[in-house]
């Protein structure tokens, strides 16, 4: 498939890292020597020397730059999809710089196509004022090509070959996408990603984003992510065969990012409006450690008005006396690269306002030694679920405590249940707290019998009278993580060091 066919998936990419951009331009390179002959030989290889796929009104090459006026290229539509309708591309202009071979490739250092229309085979519609391809590396290059020639092309996997891959920046500017059947519209002024290569991706954004469906509209104001590490780059690539772990873990935070913010993000789903004015997030050094620190200030939820959904948000949140529901949340985490281990501290909390604060504390030891020992996995070709799985032995948890406050949300559950049922709020309290050993014993077996007998009795409690619910794991010795849980319900609590209790304000 070319690659500008790829484009919605690109789109999609950017999205997924959402940013923009710092405001700091890097220096041009200089441009790549060639002769007229040599990129004579390239375009004819790309099949711009005679018209026929593509097709223009006006050609001329001044100064190692092809420029061709009312562009046409028709994609697919080869030998091996002769039922495939083909796409149509068109662009007033379409310039390709310094075209050369390198080998059997055609490589260059810029293509860029202004005011152009993609008309999909399966009725989707793109535009943009401006695309930009700029330095790109021979898997790029060759996937550009394919698109020109529509030859068929084996490309390498883009999780282990980001340098293959790489560019200096590919960028889009006045964008609209019209979804195919009716399924919804995309628009953005800019979005851009910076500078991929072996090590990661310096900089991807996204501005005044807007995207409308039957189903569900959004926007995000300005986003953007620095730094991201080839390793969070690569397990995201990678198929869905990865566990959460594969994707959370890579190691040294600054493989994740190294600054993160979006903000004016709002929209409606399913009859339920939300807006959040910020997300942020940050990877500085402190000494030889690194310190992560992320927030969201507040995400306000309320029920659409003058909708169905929106009346059946409002009745659930009404059942339990809310008008709307504000969530917020911070965390903050030092990695220590002498230990190998990653330990919360300050805040971790998920506050949902006048309802619950979750707290999380905890310390876990191995991080980069996991990151490497998937890493030379993948690198050798192993991709079995179960041998990558049995790699998170090497994550050793030294302490987990987690804590559940009640701010009002049982209070205003029971006593909602209570008036249907035709009971107090405080029978409807003791009545729960009766069904908790029930309740636990129909969770599945993954969930080991000892661990739920032991916070039986506190979270009957909890339920019955409030309070905090805390649960701490404190081994004597570092566990691996996959002695936490077992499908055959095996489970020490002296080897965990497991506690669970319920505190209560006097």
């Known amino acids: 498939m070319s690659v500008l066919r790829l484009l919605p998936a690109l789109l999609a990419t950017t999205m997924l890292l959402a940013a923009c951009g710092d405001g700091q331009e890097a220096q041009e390179p200089d441009a790549t020597p060639v002769t007229a002959d040599e990129a004579a030989q390239a375009a004819a290889l790309l099949g711009l020397e005679e018209q026929g796929r593509a097709s223009w009104s006006a050609r001329d090459y001044t100064g190692g730059v092809f420029r061709f006026e009312n562009f046409e290229l028709t994609l697919g539509g080869g030998e091996e999809a002769a039922e495939e309708i083909p796409a149509i591309l068109r662009a007033e202009i379409m310039e390709i710089a310094s075209p050369y071979l390198e080998g059997d490739i055609v490589r260059f250092d810029r293509l860029s196509l202004e005011n152009a229309v993609l008309s999909d085979s399966d009725g989707g519609e793109t535009r943009f004022?401006?695309?930009?391809?700029?330095?790109?590396?021979?898997?790029?290059?060759?996937?550009?090509a394919a698109s020109f020639t529509g030859d068929a092309t084996t490309l390498p996997d883009l999780a282990g070959n980001l340098a293959a891959y790489s560019f200096r920046e590919l960028a889009l500017t006045g964008l609209a996408v019209t979804l195919p059947e009716e399924e919804g519209t995309l628009q953005a002024s800019a979005l851009t990603l910076r500078s991929l290569d072996e090590i990661g991706l310096e900089l991807a954004s996204v501005e005044s984003i807007r995207f409308d469906s039957p189903a569900a509209r959004f926007g995000i104001e300005n986003a953007r992510i620095e730094g991201v590490g080839s390793r969070m780059l690569s397990a995201m690539f990678r198929n869905g065969d990865a566990s959460p772990l594969q994707l959370m873990i890579t190691g040294n935070p600054a493989d994740y990012y190294r600054q993160l913010e979006i903000t004016g993000l709002a929209g409606v789903a399913n009859g339920m409006v939300f807006d959040m004015e910020s997300l942020t997030g940050e990877v500085t050094p402190e000494g030889e450690s690194l310190r992560t620190r992320a927030s969201m200030p507040s995400l306000r939820l309320r029920a659409e008005a003058n909708s169905d959904p929106g009346a059946q948000v409002e009745a659930a949140l009404g059942f339990l006396g809310y008008e709307e529901v504000v969530l917020r949340f911070e965390t903050d985490a030092v990695y220590d690269p002498a230990t190998d281990t990653i330990t919360t501290q300050n805040n971790n909390r998920f506050v949902w306002e006048d309802g619950l604060t979750l707290d999380a504390h905890q310390e876990i030891i191995g991080v980069q030694a996991y990151s490497d020992a998937i890493a030379t996995a993948h690198a050798s070709g192993t991709a079995d679920p179960q041998t990558l799985a049995a790699l998170e032995s090497l994550l050793r948890l030294q302490r987990l405590e987690v804590r559940l406050e009640d701010q009002s949300l049982l209070d205003r559950s029971f006593s909602a249940y209570a008036l249907m049922n035709g009971v107090t709020p405080?029978?409807?309290?003791?009545?729960?707290?009766?069904?908790?050993?029930?309740?636990?014993?129909?969770?599945?077996?993954?969930?080991?019998?000892?661990?739920?007998?032991?916070?039986?009795?506190?979270?009957?409690?909890?339920?019955?009278?409030?309070?905090?619910?805390?649960?701490?794991?404190?081994?004597p010795a570092p566990v691996p993580l996959p002695d936490l849980t077992s499908a055959t319900g095996e489970f020490d609590i002296d080897q965990l060091g497991l506690s669970v209790s319920v505190e209560r304000s006097e």
Not at 129 to 144: C, M, N, T, Y
Not at 446 to 468: C, K, M, Q, W, Y
């Open 129 to 144: 004022e401006r695309l930009v391809i700029d330095r790109p590396g021979p898997a790029l290059s060759r996937a550009v």
């Open 426 to 475: 405080a029978q409807m309290r003791v009545q729960a707290s009766a069904l908790i050993a029930l309740g636990l014993s129909a969770l599945p077996a993954e969930i080991p019998r000892p661990f739920l007998n032991a916070i039986a009795r506190p979270l009957s409690d909890f339920v019955r009278d409030g309070g905090t619910l805390v649960i701490a794991l404190d081994p």
